[in-house]
């Protein structure tokens, strides 16, 4: 089975970036993406991107996250500036985001500091 594994998270001010990796072998994947779960709060999707082009985000992420893949290198970004103390959370990798069923990653920390 294909596992993502993530990497690229820490700690950093307000304001400041991260970015975010995710290493995905084996099959090729048509729909993967990027959730998060912040402490006491449910899992949810902040971007995925399709094969076809399609990309998707978050409200609360628009404008200061941004999704890419390198096919090449197998290898999920997200380009995560501007950050604040609400995106806090640990990060995953998910695949099969449109057509399931969804492989979570094991995630990654991410902590903003105000």
């Known amino acids: 089975q294909v596992q993502p594994v993530e990497s690229g998270g820490g700690l950093v001010q307000a304001g400041g970036s991260l970015r975010l990796s995710c290493a995905v072998s084996?099959?090729?994947?048509?729909?993967m993406g990027w959730g998060r779960q912040a402490p006491g709060e449910q899992r949810d999707l902040v971007a995925y991107l399709t094969s076809g082009g399609s990309i998707w985000y978050a409200d609360s992420v628009k404008g200061r996250f941004t999704i890419s893949r390198d096919s090449a290198k197998n290898t999920l970004y997200l380009q995560m500036n501007s950050l604040k103390p609400e995106d806090t959370a640990v990060y995953y990798c998910?695949?099969?985001?449109?057509?399931?069923?969804?492989?979570w990653g094991q995630g990654t920390q991410v902590t903003v500091s105000s």
């Open positions: 084996g099959t090729r994947i048509d729909s």
């Open positions: 998910v695949l099969n985001v449109l057509t399931g069923p969804e492989r």
